[in-house]
């Protein structure tokens, strides 16, 4: 299970800090990813991160303003994101597993940027 | 980054026939590991994607029979061989072969 919180309302360049809380398998042995949908819109992958937290990566238009983390002790990903903007918008969702195997998601959180 | 071309768009379909999506990749998706890596995904209203496929055209486990994945190099099709009322929602193609990994726009079926 992946239970995702932390979204909520925020004014344009604010920050927030999504969690991802893990259950029911080996979280530590894991890829994972933050992924986002615009209200409305397709998909949009945000980050990922390896197993041991040793190699991340985010997409250019988060680059700089958004951090993926991981606590493999409390089984919690993070996405630490300052300098909202409007078009950050969507519901952020944690899913498992590499680019090349991402398996399973959670139900996401809400994230809106507006004034 | 690599585009992902579905079609149709929007696909209604009766019960019980058969359904087919397209999704075209604007470059090879084949890895260096000699895999390839294009997953399809279902999302039904007011939830989160579920994965049907994984490497083409493996089923992920509890996803029924009558989905099936083909397609190599560019070219990619989701196949539905009798349409029930559960498969509404919008279907998603995602390649993971070339960073960052990348999406289609999504095929809305519904039913007729």
């Known amino acids: 299970q992946l239970v995702e919180s932390g979204g909520g309302l925020v004014q344009p360049g604010g920050s927030l800090r999504l969690s991802c809380a893990a259950s029911?398998?080996?979280?530590?042995?894991?890829?994972m990813n933050w992924v986002r949908q615009a209200p409305g819109k397709g998909l949009e992958w945000v980050a990922n991160?390896?197993?041991?937290?040793?190699?991340?990566y985010h997409v250019e238009s988060v680059r700089g303003r958004f951090t993926i983390s991981r606590d493999n002790a409390k089984n919690s990903l993070y996405l630490q994101m300052n300098s909202l903007r409007v078009e950050d918008t969507a519901v952020y969702y944690c899913?498992?597993?590499?680019?090349?195997?991402?398996?399973?998601w959670g139900q996401g959180t809400l994230v809106t940027v507006s004034s | 980054d690599v585009v992902m071309t579905q079609s149709p768009l929007s696909l209604p379909v009766s019960l019980g026939q058969p359904a087919s999506i397209s999704c075209r990749s604007s470059?090879?998706?084949?890895?260096?590991?000699?895999?390839?890596?294009l997953n399809w995904f279902h999302q039904r209203p007011g939830q989160s994607p579920r994965r049907l496929i994984y490497?083409?055209?493996n089923r992920d486990s509890g996803v029924p029979d009558r989905f099936s994945g083909s397609g190599s190099g560019t070219d990619f099709t989701l196949k539905i061989s009798r349409v029930e009322a559960e498969d509404v929602g919008v279907y998603y193609c995602?390649?993971?072969?070339?960073?960052?990994?990348?999406f289609g726009q999504g095929t809305r079926l519904e039913i007729k």
């Open positions: 899913v498992r597993g590499s680019v090349w195997n991402p398996d399973f």
């Open positions: 029911g398998f080996s979280f530590s042995s894991y890829w």
């Open positions: 991160l390896k197993h041991d937290g040793s190699g991340e």
């Open positions: 470059q090879s998706l084949v890895y260096s590991d000699g895999n390839t890596y």
């Open positions: 490497k083409v055209s």
């Open positions: 995602m390649q993971g072969t070339h960073w960052p990994p990348t």
